[in-house]
């Protein structure tokens, strides 16, 4: 019977190609054309020897449908025939996620509302500046309503110039929404299992990712039943979807819908796939999926007490309020404030985050300190803060760490902690930020509270919990030499912030960052000499304070990094550029890929103890592996657009391409290096 519908359905389309006078009916509509077609190039003057994407906008008129790239029971997708200048190339058109139509037990795969095809153009290397570049487009496409279809052909045509490929910031705005709707490569393998006329496919799906009107829209041509139901599942990390099947052979390609408008690529073998656990679980309750990101975040704000630039602060604030003189009720408010002063932090940024992303830029957490200014403001905060708790001078109220209390002094404690804590959140919270990213604005603002709160807990959890206070030694002579300790890792922290403010802004930048720390010093001396006699920090040491941080901050402009400069370890390494990875695959060669930032603790913890190892790297030398670095430091807009193609708030990211294969593979983000030889050997 299905065979039979699509023969008649063909003869039909064929018919209306051939006749389309006689075929169509009296159109209810406006004239044609039914889709209004335009091209627009992401760039009017392309580089020599790079790509342009070019954009194939639509717009249907209401009441009429275009074609999926695989249409389903009925239709057929839009055909190019381009005439391209010697040299160029067009890639296959990149569709966004359509949506279901069913007319009369047909389903059909169709887009209804204004949608976009990407293409990328291969321009030849060689070409002088100012060389012209014509270029033309016929399409045919078949347009329908509920009713009628319209077979229509729209010639389009641009006029592009070699020149440097620069993009207007509207421009790129533009195309990243365009890119955004695309659907994003799952990056590891699903599996499917036949079951008579039915097929189960187990697609991997993190529990915590929130997941509305799922629905598998299947690539591979007569896989699948496409009119018959599809039952969706949730079980753990993965979706389990029943439906039926044609007796599919090999690989299934296809993409699976997660919500309006957003889809991943998936690619299914055939394997065993168990039924779901709970079957009746549902496909759009984002509620649990916040829960899941929210206990996440939570978690991951508690582990960042034991960082070496928070546990400081956190310790000393602690000790505060074991003194006798702290009354329960103002240990309760002080506990209540330093959340305040976390929350206002976290969610601050990650609103902000949320804001820059809805207006098309591509930033992850963190991305405060991709500018050098900002680091080094943070170094001179951190130092003198090293300098307070070593006992050059007593920070006056409102104070952060020293013997005052007070709720001023505790806000801002907590706002500290927050500042100096966002370089290490990436490492614990890649799931919860990344489920975060794509949730709801509130549920989303959610998660980043759950954050500030774990970071807040261990301080709260003292303020209202007297025998947690009483359980905290008792003040003494100690505490002097407890600060002094204390000192060191904080003072390690500036030495690392040193070292990311030379990676962005070179050893000039680095050079006046630590000319800054004398100057602050000085400052800071001349303070703590006027408070061991008995007075105040004056107005003149005030103003010093706010005159060596400015003047600082101004004074250090970013270093673009070289292509060298980029290559973050061994010699073999190579920059990443997605035109370096597209050369490497098709040598047939193994790709290691990783993406970090100096300002990343665990990026370079990794590096240090896995990548950089010599089993790693042995491994990698035997089996040829490429290994190509994105350095996103400086915050890479090209970088931040990949890595967010890849389901990641941030960095770091970590991919293998093993030869062949046509998705890569997504490592953990703690890496070991028996892990990384023993992928380079699989």
């Keep these: 019977m299905p065979a039979l519908r699509f023969i008649l359905l063909t003869m039909l389309a064929a018919l209306a190609i051939a006749r389309p006078a006689a075929a169509q009916a009296p159109d209810p509509y406006s004239p044609g054309p039914h889709l209004a077609v335009r091209l627009v190039a992401e760039t009017m003057t392309p580089a020599a020897g790079q790509d342009v994407t070019i954009a194939y906008d639509v717009t249907p008129q209401p009441g009429w449908h275009g074609y999926w790239q695989n249409p389903g029971d009925a239709g057929f997708p839009a055909k190019f025939t381009w005439d391209l200048p010697a040299g160029v190339t067009a890639d296959a058109p990149r569709y966004p996620v359509p949506t279901t139509l069913l007319i009369s037990g047909l389903m059909n795969y169709v887009f209804e ?63 990243d929404a365009w890119r955004q709707a695309l659907p994003k490569p799952l990056g590891v393998a699903a599996a499917y299992q036949l079951d008579g006329k039915a097929v189960r496919l187990g697609i991997p799906y993190p529990a915590a990712a929130p997941l509305k009107d799922a629905y598998f829209f299947p690539l591979t041509t007569g896989a699948l039943d496409y009119a018959a139901p599809q039952k969706v599942a949730r079980d753990g990390d993965r979706l389990v979807i029943e439906t039926g099947a044609h007796h599919p052979k090999g690989a299934i390609e296809g993409v699976l819908r997660i919500g309006d408008g957003a889809g991943l690529s998936v690619s299914a073998a055939p394997g065993a796939v168990a039924p779901a656990a709970n079957e009746s679980a549902p496909s759009g309750d984002w509620i649990s999926a916040t829960l899941v990101a929210l206990g996440g975040a939570i978690l991951g704000g508690l582990i ?38 976390v929350l206002v932090v976290i969610v601050g940024l990650g609103a902000a985050i949320l804001g820059l992303r809805a207006g098309g830029a591509a930033v992850g957490w963190a991305f405060q300190l991709q500018d050098p200014r ?64 794509v949730l709801p604005w509130g549920a989303a603002l959610a998660v980043f509270a759950g954050l500030g709160l774990g970071l807040a807990l261990p301080f709260l959890a003292i303020g209202f919990v007297p ?67 008995g007075l105040s920090a004056s107005w003149l040491g005030v103003l010093g304070l706010i005159a060596v941080t400015a003047a600082t901050a101004a004074a250090i402009e970013p270093v673009a990094k070289t292509a060298a400069a980029t290559t973050a370890t061994a010699g073999a390494d190579q920059p990443f550029s997605e035109a370096a990875l597209a050369a490497a695959r098709a040598k047939g060669q193994p790709v290691f890929a990783y993406f970090t930032a100096d300002w990343c603790l665990t990026c370079k913890v990794n590096e240090r103890v896995a990548i950089d190892t010599d089993q790693a790297r042995q491994a990698f030398a035997r089996h040829h592996v490429v290994v190509l670095v994105g350095d996103w430091t400086s915050g890479d807009p090209a970088l931040g657009r990949f890595i967010q ?20 593979q997504v490592l953990p983000q703690l890496l070991t290096p028996s892990m990384l030889a023993q992928l380079a050997g699989g």
């Design 645 to 664: 193609a890849h389901n990641r708030a941030g960095v770091p990211l970590y991919l293998y391409y093993a030869p062949g294969a046509s998705e890569p």
């Design 467 to 533: 025998a947690l206070r009483r359980a905290l030694p008792k003040p003494g002579a100690w505490m002097e030499t407890f600060r002094l300790i204390l000192a060191i890792p904080m003072a390690l922290t500036g030495v690392w912030l040193a070292w990311v403010l030379g990676g962005e802004a070179g050893v000039n930048g680095m050079a006046i960052g630590l000319i800054g720390i004398v100057m602050l010093a000085a400052v800071l001396l001349f303070i703590g000499r006027r408070q061991r006699q």
């Design 304 to 341: 960042l007490n034991i960082m070496p630039c928070v546990f400081p602060i956190l310790s000393l604030k602690a000790l505060s309020l074991a003194k006798g003189s702290v009354s329960p009720g103002a240990a309760r408010l002080e506990a209540l404030a330093y959340t305040t002063g």
């Design 113 to 175: 509302r204004h949608h976009t095809l990407l293409v990328q153009l291969h321009v030849p290397a060689g070409l002088a500046a100012g060389t012209k570049l014509p270029i033309k487009l016929a399409s045919k496409y078949l347009v329908c309503t509920s009713e009628i279809c319209v077979p229509e052909n729209a010639d389009l045509s641009l006029d592009l110039i070699v020149g440097d490929g620069a993009i207007s910031p509207a421009s790129r705005s533009q195309f």
């Design 374 to 437: 900002t680091i080094a403001v943070l170094l001179l905060l951190v130092a003198a803060l090293a300098l307070n708790l070593a006992g050059l001078f007593e920070i006056p109220t409102p104070s952060f760490v020293d013997r005052a209390s007070g709720a001023t002094s505790a806000f801002a404690t907590g706002a500290l902690a927050a500042i100096i804590a966002t370089p290490c959140t990436g490492p614990f919270m890649a799931a919860a930020l990344g489920a975060a990213l």
